[in-house]
């Protein structure tokens, strides 16, 4: 889903504070690069680069299996995964110890990529785990931010849950520098590893697409794993 445009109205029904925020997160966002010179097998030199801001992982950094998710705030079937089969995948592997879990930003459009600096912006203290707080609680109340015309206000209440002000949560969306981060991470992706859909997974260098169930992430880890 791309978001371009933004109504007069909205613009001055939100305020002044919508009225810088808003034109962020509706303008459109540049294109993800084409796939180019992809390896041709190992695609480990590539997903081992990190994100320039640092990447958001969760786990044991010496856990036998490393996933990278890449995902979009806005994907449906990306809150469908993080509500439904993330749980279940951080109780039996995340918090066992036996997968470390990076996740990184693949905005589909502006919006999304407002949810991601915002994640981001609350991280700087909590690091990983608290990225994900941030990122599973957007995709939980997905419906609430992603589908009005004026997205400001819930959003705005979901930062609050985080410690956001108002003068922080409008300096957080108007921050260049973290826009340009999420979006170099998303056009690595592209370019070096033929993202072109979300979510999508790399299970210790696999590539594995869609909305997936435990049971199907189970099966690429599970040979993985040490027994006995």
Request: hydrophobic share 45%.
């Amino acid at each position: 889903m791309f978001i371009a445009g933004g109504s007069v109205a909205v613009l001055a029904a939100a305020g002044a504070i919508a009225a810088v925020v808003l034109p962020r997160i509706f303008a459109p966002l540049a294109p993800a690069p084409a796939e180019a010179n992809l390896p041709a097998g190992d695609l480990s030199a590539e997903l081992a680069q990190p994100a320039p801001d640092g990447d958001m992982a969760i786990g044991s950094d010496k856990a036998p299996v490393t996933i990278i998710e890449y995902a979009s705030m806005t994907c449906p079937h990306c809150a469908h995964f993080s509500d439904t089969t993330f749980p279940e995948l951080k109780r039996r592997y995340i918090d066992t110890g036996k997968v470390r879990f990076i996740f990184r930003e693949f905005p589909l459009d502006k919006l999304a990529a407002a949810g991601f600096m915002l994640a981001r912006c609350a991280s700087k203290d909590g690091g990983g785990e608290r990225y994900m707080a941030v990122v599973e609680t957007l995709f939980a109340k997905q419906q609430e931010w992603a589908v009005p015309d004026n997205p400001v206000p819930p959003l705005k209440n979901i930062a609050k849950q985080f410690g956001f002000t108002e003068e922080s949560f409008n300096a957080c969306l108007t921050n260049q520098n973290i826009m340009n981060g999420i979006e170099a991470v998303r056009d690595h992706a592209a370019a070096k590893l033929g993202v072109n859909s979300t979510p999508t997974f790399f299970v210790n260098g696999k590539k594995v697409t869609g909305d997936v169930t435990i049971e199907t992430l189970a099966k690429e880890i599970d040979p993985s794993l040490k027994t006995g």
